[in-house]
């Protein structure tokens, strides 16, 4: 065989090898938490101790190696690894159970669930910005992360100052920074801005700055925790394309987002947490269901828990005891899909008598801002004078939004004197959103070609 085939062979070969390159290893993995700040530091203590003084068999290792190759932007591996009793003290809580997942170059795993299901706080320990108390982390190479608003940013120092830190943090050298801080700041689009205080920033030009410095560090591992739901239309464009283009380029993301348009568009697999436990890792499609379907039976029941119904805020003429969402059956229901008919029950009692003129109002809100407000007066409804008991029941013909949850704010109000009788806020209502459609309505729309 000659030179020349021998070459190709190895050259493929070693292009195959580097394509199936595991830059993520992630092994049963666990972190806990407590919820009493008086516990949590006292158990701090008791664990910075046994780990300077081993007691029994409760010993904790952690070991860190980081090396780095002298040519290109250089390799680190990093290995975290703690041994740790799965028993958990008066308090406490799993965070992240067990999981373990492997990513490889060039792969984009999305990382979906619920508010508290664990997704921030394993990105933190994949960044080292928290230790697990159990398991094993592996990281190769350099990583870029955007987790948090304005994390890892000193807000008295400025632009330009935090992305020196940042390089350095990174593992760039000051000759290396110098070099790409102007490709950083045209990026980020603040080269106005880049010599003030970073706390003087508003939340678009903070996550605009921490994406620039992620990206433009050439990280072979990016973390992208919902920092693509920030900026105008423009900036996120850009976002996206440069995504594309890293993945061509063999880097590697975990991508958290509550958008599963996003989600089904950039990523290969997904894992799906659910209490800080993995119930799906693999297909994405399958995935994205699955955590659709989990809307069905969330564990509050069909009754909403998530206002404070014992208290009354207002005159308490009238004060609202219950809210009930009900399908067009009347039955109880926990979600609704885009374009359904439902009705929202709000039952009452009426401490007073002849209480009359009696308005309600309502206001529909997503997480981008308000999607509905109206009241009965608007709809030319007059309830008359109202019984001790009873329920107003407010019918929506359809609801088109497309998202995962949206948030009722109810008031029952005088409507000469606008005096408010009881006023209740936050009742949540999930959405099994079209993960195929991205923005805030789901339309019936019909594609031709004329």
């Known amino acids: 065989m000659s030179n020349e085939a021998l070459g190709s062979i190895n050259e493929a070969s070693s292009k195959a090898s580097t394509e199936n390159e595991v830059l993520v290893k992630v092994k049963g993995v666990s972190k806990k938490f407590c919820r009493s700040l008086k516990k949590s530091l006292w158990y701090g203590v008791k664990d910075i101790a046994s780990e ?22 250089g390799e680190a591996e990093s290995k975290s690894e ?13 965070a992240v159970n067990n999981v373990s ?30 230790k697990p108390d159990g398991g094993r982390i592996e990281m190769r190479g350099r990583v870029g992360a955007l987790i948090a608003l304005g ?16 390089g350095s943090v990174l593992g760039l050298s000051k000759k290396e920074i110098d070099e790409k801080i102007d490709e950083i700041i045209d990026f980020a689009e603040i080269r106005e801005f880049i010599d003030a205080p970073v706390q003087s920033y508003s939340s678009g030009m903070t996550v605009r700055l921490g994406f620039a410095i992620a990206v433009k560090t050439n990280p072979d591992v990016l973390l992208l925790d919902e920092v693509l739901a920030v900026g105008d239309i423009g900036f996120q464009a850009k976002c996206f394309n440069t995504l594309a283009e890293f993945k061509k380029q063999g880097v590697s993301f975990i991508l958290v987002s509550h958008n599963m348009h996003l989600i089904n568009r950039y990523s290969d697999r997904v894992a799906y947490l659910q209490r800080g436990k993995i119930r799906h890792l ?11 379907r989990d809307m069905d039976a969330p564990d509050s029941g069909t009754e909403n828990s ?25 039955e109880p229901i926990n979600y609704i899909r885009p374009g359904d008919t439902f009705s929202l029950a709000l039952e009452y009692e009426c401490p007073s008598e002849n209480v009359t003129n009696t308005v309600l109002d309502i206001i529909i809100r997503d997480k981008e801002g308000i999607l509905f407000q109206g009241t009965s007066e608007s709809y030319q409804t007059d309830y008359g004078v109202l019984p001790p008991k009873g329920t107003l029941l407010t019918r929506f013909c359809r609801m088109p939004v497309n998202g995962t949850e949206i948030s009722f704010f109810v008031a029952v109000l005088d409507a000469d004197s606008t005096e408010v009788y009881d006023w209740k806020r936050n009742i949540k209502l999930s959405v099994a959103g079209n993960p195929k459609l991205t923005g805030r309505l789901a339309l019936d729309a019909e594609f031709t070609l004329q």
Not at 53 to 66: Q, V, W, Y
Not at 103 to 123: D, F, P, S, V, W
Request: glycine share 14%; hydrophobic share 35%.
């Open 52 to 73: 300077l003084l081993p007691i029994g068999n409760r010993a904790k290792r952690s070991e860190t190696d980081c090396r780095r190759q002298p040519e290109g932007r």
């Open 82 to 94: 703690i041994e740790n009793s799965d028993a958990l003290r008066p308090g406490e809580f799993w």
């Open 101 to 130: 997942f492997e990513l490889r170059r060039g792969e984009c795993l999305g990382l979906i669930g619920h508010n508290g299901a664990g997704k921030t706080t394993l990105l933190k320990m994949l960044n080292g910005l928290i």
């Open 151 to 166: 994390a890892g940013f000193n807000p008295i120092l400025t632009g330009r100052e935090n992305i020196y830190v940042n």
């Open 282 to 292: 693999g297909d994405t499609d399958e995935g994205v269901n699955l955590f659709t």
């Open 306 to 330: 998530n206002t404070d119904w014992s208290r009354v805020y207002g005159s308490g003429k009238v004060v609202l005891r219950k809210a009930l969402f009900l399908n067009e059956a009347g």
